[in-house]
């Protein structure tokens, strides 16, 4: 089932304030694993060695709902006296596997599978997992926080993310500001101009919004 970018909103909203986090603009996420506990979204956690990790920074069951993850990923989620990449890396990571845990993802398992098998779980699977990076920007950069207009430098700086992540997250906030607001999405530069040639040659335009007419 695909989930809008407004359902992602208001899940990661209430996730939010189910935590406590309505009114922090960059949570702690350690805290977050806490309360993630606390409050019956996973069953546990774990700090699991790098080592018996290799290849994720953290990993959430789904059948026993048990997070896990990765030591220096806790660590780097933990310098909350410093921004560094690394704690952007591991509060996002943290903040995905909660979007597994709230989202309800299931990921099958199986060694012995055909590679047709695979083929056929493999969509699944990107699906679950780009959806989950949804809502780990969601939660971090939610939008009623974000005052628009705000570039990715500024969104990555005041709400502790990657730039890439904030780069990503933007083009989802001034959609969600035009839908909640009835503002019509602009129209290409390369369309206005063709509206506009065609009305200056006595075709008759209808579509042009005010902001884009010739003075």
């Known amino acids: 089932m695909y989930r809008t970018d407004e ?79 690394d704690r952007a890396r591991a509060r996002f990571t943290i903040a995905h596997e909660l979007g597994h845990a709230v989202l309800g993802h299931k990921r099958t398992r199986n060694r012995s599978v055909s590679g047709r098998e695979i083929e056929r779980i493999a969509r699944p699977i990107l699906q679950d997992e780009a959806e989950a990076n949804r809502f780990a920007a969601a939660f971090l950069v939610p939008y009623d926080f974000t005052t628009y207009g705000l570039n990715p430098e500024q969104l990555a700086t005041r709400y ?13 906030l001034d959609h969600l500001h035009r839908l909640r607001n009835k503002i019509l999405r602009p129209l290409p530069d390369e369309i206005v101009t063709y509206l506009r040639q065609a009305r200056a040659q006595g075709h008759p335009v209808r579509s042009l919004p005010p902001e884009t007419d010739d003075r």
């Open 160 to 172: 502790g993310v990657s730039l890439s992540v904030a780069r990503i997250r933007k083009p989802v």
């Open 7 to 85: 359902r992602i909103e208001q899940l990661a909203d209430r996730v939010r304030e189910h935590l406590g986090f309505r009114k922090q603009a960059c949570p702690d996420m350690v805290t977050a694993i806490y309360k993630m506990k606390d409050r019956g979204l996973i069953a546990d956690y774990r700090r699991v060695p790098d080592v018996d990790l290799p290849d994720d920074l953290g990993r959430f069951d789904p059948d026993t709902r048990i997070l896990s993850i990765r030591e220096s990923t806790f660590i780097a989620a933990n310098e909350v006296l410093r921004f560094s990449p």
